[in-house]
Protein backbone atom coordinates (compact mmCIF):
# COMPACT_ATOMS: atom_id res chain seq x y z
CA UNK A 1 0.00 0.00 0.00
CA UNK A 2 3.25 2.32 0.73
CA UNK A 3 4.15 2.06 -3.17
CA UNK A 4 0.29 3.09 -4.09
CA UNK A 5 0.24 6.03 -1.76
CA UNK A 6 3.42 7.00 -3.26
CA UNK A 7 2.64 6.94 -6.90
CA UNK A 8 -0.86 8.19 -6.41
CA UNK A 9 0.95 11.26 -4.30
CA UNK A 10 3.84 11.61 -6.89
CA UNK A 11 1.44 11.71 -9.94
CA UNK A 12 -0.73 14.15 -8.28
CA UNK A 13 2.04 16.09 -7.29
CA UNK A 14 2.99 16.24 -10.75
CA UNK A 15 -0.43 17.43 -11.92
CA UNK A 16 0.48 20.52 -9.96
CA UNK A 17 3.22 21.50 -11.35
CA UNK A 18 1.31 21.31 -15.00
CA UNK A 19 -1.35 23.20 -13.41
CA UNK A 20 1.57 26.28 -12.33
CA UNK A 21 2.83 26.54 -15.57
CA UNK A 22 -0.41 25.86 -17.95
CA UNK A 23 -3.04 28.12 -15.38
CA UNK A 24 -1.25 29.43 -12.84
CA UNK A 25 -2.21 29.52 -9.18
CA UNK A 26 -5.18 29.82 -7.47
CA UNK A 27 -6.44 27.84 -3.95
CA UNK A 28 -7.56 24.55 -6.03
CA UNK A 29 -4.07 24.24 -6.95
CA UNK A 30 -2.29 25.03 -3.99
CA UNK A 31 -4.44 22.60 -2.04
CA UNK A 32 -3.63 19.77 -4.88
CA UNK A 33 -0.16 20.45 -4.02
CA UNK A 34 -0.05 20.26 0.03
CA UNK A 35 -2.15 16.93 -0.57
CA UNK A 36 0.07 15.30 -2.72
CA UNK A 37 2.98 15.99 -0.76
CA UNK A 38 0.68 14.66 2.29
CA UNK A 39 -0.50 11.71 0.41
CA UNK A 40 3.82 11.14 -0.40
CA UNK A 41 4.51 11.53 3.40
CA UNK A 42 1.77 9.00 3.92
CA UNK A 43 2.86 6.68 1.41
CA UNK A 44 6.82 6.69 3.06
CA UNK A 45 6.03 6.08 6.47
CA UNK A 46 2.56 3.86 5.63
CA UNK A 47 4.45 0.67 7.86
CA UNK A 48 5.06 3.33 10.87
CA UNK A 49 1.77 4.47 11.60
CA UNK A 50 -0.91 2.17 13.53
CA UNK A 51 -3.28 0.73 12.22
CA UNK A 52 -6.14 3.39 13.75
CA UNK A 53 -4.55 6.04 13.21
CA UNK A 54 -5.13 4.31 8.98
CA UNK A 55 -8.64 4.05 10.07
CA UNK A 56 -9.05 7.50 10.98
CA UNK A 57 -7.34 9.07 8.05
CA UNK A 58 -8.91 6.88 5.74
CA UNK A 59 -12.62 7.38 7.89
CA UNK A 60 -12.08 11.52 7.23
CA UNK A 61 -11.25 10.72 3.54
CA UNK A 62 -14.47 8.92 3.03
CA UNK A 63 -16.47 12.53 2.89
CA UNK A 64 -14.99 14.67 0.76
CA UNK A 65 -14.69 11.03 -1.83
CA UNK A 66 -18.28 10.66 -1.64
CA UNK A 67 -18.88 14.14 -1.91
CA UNK A 68 -16.80 14.35 -5.04
CA UNK A 69 -18.49 11.95 -6.78
CA UNK A 70 -21.86 13.48 -5.75
CA UNK A 71 -20.49 16.60 -7.87
CA UNK A 72 -19.84 14.65 -10.80
CA UNK A 73 -22.32 12.81 -11.11
CA UNK A 74 -24.83 15.70 -10.34
CA UNK A 75 -22.93 17.96 -13.03
CA UNK A 76 -23.29 15.40 -15.93
CA UNK A 77 -27.16 15.01 -15.02
CA UNK A 78 -29.71 17.15 -17.13
CA UNK A 79 -33.27 17.05 -18.28
CA UNK A 80 -33.96 19.71 -21.28
CA UNK A 81 -36.60 20.02 -23.01
CA UNK A 82 -35.39 22.05 -25.19
CA UNK A 83 -37.74 25.21 -25.25
CA UNK A 84 -36.30 27.29 -22.21
CA UNK A 85 -36.50 30.59 -23.17
CA UNK A 86 -32.47 31.59 -21.90
CA UNK A 87 -29.12 30.33 -21.49
CA UNK A 88 -27.23 31.79 -18.76
CA UNK A 89 -23.24 30.96 -19.26
CA UNK A 90 -21.52 31.87 -15.86
CA UNK A 91 -17.88 33.22 -16.53
CA UNK A 92 -14.62 32.17 -15.36
CA UNK A 93 -12.02 33.89 -16.60
CA UNK A 94 -9.81 35.26 -19.03
CA UNK A 95 -6.44 34.65 -20.03
CA UNK A 96 -4.14 36.60 -22.79
CA UNK A 97 -6.55 39.83 -21.71
CA UNK A 98 -8.82 39.46 -24.28
CA UNK A 99 -9.09 35.34 -24.40
CA UNK A 100 -11.36 33.02 -23.01
CA UNK A 101 -9.97 30.27 -20.70
CA UNK A 102 -10.11 26.72 -21.02
CA UNK A 103 -12.77 26.04 -18.64
CA UNK A 104 -15.06 28.79 -19.69
CA UNK A 105 -14.30 27.72 -23.58
CA UNK A 106 -16.00 24.31 -22.74
CA UNK A 107 -18.89 26.43 -21.50
CA UNK A 108 -19.26 28.39 -24.45
CA UNK A 109 -19.00 25.18 -26.44
CA UNK A 110 -21.91 23.60 -24.39
CA UNK A 111 -23.80 26.67 -24.58
CA UNK A 112 -23.86 27.06 -28.54
CA UNK A 113 -24.28 22.93 -29.00
CA UNK A 114 -27.72 23.66 -26.55
CA UNK A 115 -28.25 27.36 -28.45
CA UNK A 116 -27.83 25.70 -32.22
CA UNK A 117 -30.35 23.29 -31.14
CA UNK A 118 -32.96 25.71 -29.59
CA UNK A 119 -32.77 28.44 -32.07
CA UNK A 120 -35.52 30.28 -30.10
CA UNK A 121 -33.02 30.77 -27.52
CA UNK A 122 -31.43 33.90 -26.45
CA UNK A 123 -28.15 33.53 -24.41
CA UNK A 124 -26.67 36.06 -21.27
CA UNK A 125 -23.58 35.97 -20.97
CA UNK A 126 -21.77 36.87 -17.29
CA UNK A 127 -19.07 37.84 -16.15
CA UNK A 128 -17.23 41.69 -15.08
CA UNK A 129 -13.88 43.28 -15.48
CA UNK A 130 -10.92 40.96 -14.06
CA UNK A 131 -8.03 42.79 -12.23
CA UNK A 132 -5.46 44.14 -15.08
CA UNK A 133 -8.32 43.29 -18.20
CA UNK A 134 -9.23 46.07 -20.75
CA UNK A 135 -12.34 43.95 -21.65
CA UNK A 136 -15.31 42.09 -19.05
CA UNK A 137 -15.88 38.18 -19.67
CA UNK A 138 -19.38 39.03 -20.94
CA UNK A 139 -17.62 40.89 -23.54
CA UNK A 140 -14.90 37.79 -24.54
CA UNK A 141 -17.59 35.73 -24.28
CA UNK A 142 -19.78 37.28 -26.30
CA UNK A 143 -17.22 37.78 -29.11
CA UNK A 144 -16.21 34.25 -28.78
CA UNK A 145 -20.17 33.03 -29.29
CA UNK A 146 -20.25 35.68 -32.57
CA UNK A 147 -17.24 33.82 -33.69
CA UNK A 148 -18.55 30.53 -33.84
CA UNK A 149 -22.15 31.19 -35.60
CA UNK A 150 -24.34 32.28 -32.82
CA UNK A 151 -26.24 35.71 -33.86
CA UNK A 152 -24.88 39.07 -32.29
CA UNK A 153 -29.08 39.83 -31.63
CA UNK A 154 -29.07 36.72 -29.48
CA UNK A 155 -26.57 37.99 -26.57
CA UNK A 156 -27.04 39.51 -23.49
CA UNK A 157 -24.02 40.97 -21.71
CA UNK A 158 -24.35 40.84 -18.14
CA UNK A 159 -21.02 42.69 -17.50
CA UNK A 160 -20.52 43.38 -13.42
CA UNK A 161 -20.22 40.35 -11.78
CA UNK A 162 -17.18 38.78 -9.88
CA UNK A 163 -18.75 36.00 -7.96
CA UNK A 164 -20.90 32.88 -9.23
CA UNK A 165 -23.97 34.60 -7.18
CA UNK A 166 -23.17 38.16 -8.51
CA UNK A 167 -23.92 36.47 -11.94
CA UNK A 168 -26.91 34.94 -10.43
CA UNK A 169 -28.70 37.82 -9.23
CA UNK A 170 -27.17 40.71 -12.20
CA UNK A 171 -28.48 37.80 -15.13
CA UNK A 172 -31.88 37.66 -13.40
CA UNK A 173 -32.29 41.28 -12.67
CA UNK A 174 -31.71 41.89 -16.48
CA UNK A 175 -33.50 38.90 -17.84
CA UNK A 176 -36.77 39.84 -15.69
CA UNK A 177 -37.56 43.21 -17.20
CA UNK A 178 -36.99 41.03 -20.98
CA UNK A 179 -39.45 38.25 -19.66
CA UNK A 180 -42.00 40.10 -16.86
CA UNK A 181 -44.37 37.04 -16.95
CA UNK A 182 -41.43 34.65 -15.94
CA UNK A 183 -38.36 32.68 -17.66
CA UNK A 184 -36.93 29.25 -17.70
CA UNK A 185 -33.32 29.18 -17.52
CA UNK A 186 -30.41 26.70 -19.05
CA UNK A 187 -27.47 27.22 -16.57
CA UNK A 188 -24.01 26.25 -18.01
CA UNK A 189 -21.16 25.92 -15.89
CA UNK A 190 -18.47 23.08 -15.76
CA UNK A 191 -19.72 19.86 -14.18
CA UNK A 192 -17.89 19.95 -11.11
CA UNK A 193 -19.63 23.83 -10.49
CA UNK A 194 -23.43 22.87 -10.86
CA UNK A 195 -24.40 21.71 -7.92
CA UNK A 196 -23.36 24.61 -6.42
CA UNK A 197 -24.41 26.92 -9.22
CA UNK A 198 -28.44 25.50 -9.05
CA UNK A 199 -28.34 25.92 -5.49
CA UNK A 200 -27.72 29.35 -5.96
CA UNK A 201 -29.69 30.49 -8.28
CA UNK A 202 -32.68 28.70 -6.89
CA UNK A 203 -32.12 30.24 -3.67
CA UNK A 204 -32.06 33.79 -5.70
CA UNK A 205 -36.07 32.37 -7.58
CA UNK A 206 -34.50 31.38 -10.79
CA UNK A 207 -35.83 28.65 -12.76
CA UNK A 208 -33.18 26.41 -14.09
CA UNK A 209 -32.60 23.19 -15.66
CA UNK A 210 -28.34 22.58 -15.01
CA UNK A 211 -26.03 21.37 -18.25
CA UNK A 212 -22.72 20.74 -17.77
CA UNK A 213 -20.10 21.21 -19.55
CA UNK A 214 -17.00 18.94 -19.50
CA UNK A 215 -14.09 20.29 -17.12
CA UNK A 216 -10.42 19.45 -18.46
CA UNK A 217 -8.74 16.70 -17.58
CA UNK A 218 -5.82 17.97 -16.18
CA UNK A 219 -7.96 20.20 -13.53
CA UNK A 220 -9.96 17.72 -12.62
CA UNK A 221 -8.70 16.80 -9.53
CA UNK A 222 -7.69 20.54 -8.52
CA UNK A 223 -11.37 21.47 -9.27
CA UNK A 224 -13.15 19.12 -7.41
CA UNK A 225 -10.97 19.56 -4.24
CA UNK A 226 -11.56 23.05 -4.53
CA UNK A 227 -15.18 22.49 -5.15
CA UNK A 228 -15.67 20.09 -2.65
CA UNK A 229 -14.34 22.75 0.01
CA UNK A 230 -17.13 24.93 -1.09
CA UNK A 231 -19.97 23.21 -1.04
CA UNK A 232 -18.94 22.22 2.61
CA UNK A 233 -18.23 25.84 3.34
CA UNK A 234 -21.80 26.58 1.83
CA UNK A 235 -23.82 23.75 3.87
CA UNK A 236 -22.00 25.10 7.12
CA UNK A 237 -22.27 28.38 6.44
CA UNK A 238 -25.25 29.54 3.71
Not at 3 to 22: E, R, S, T
Request: charged share 15%; aromatic share 10%; with cysteine.
Amino acid sequence: MNKVFLIIGILAFLNFLVLLFVTGIHFGHVFLGISSVAVIGYGLIFDKIPQWVHITIWTVCVVPIALSGFLAVYGRTTNLDYTEDVVIVLGAGLRHDEEVGTHLATRLDTAIIYLNQNPNAIVITSGGLGAGRTITEAEAMSRYLIRHGIAPERIIQEGKSTSTHENLVFSNEILSSYFPDGFRAVLVTNDFHIYRSVRTARNIGINVTPLGAPTPWHTIAANYARETLAVLHMWVFG
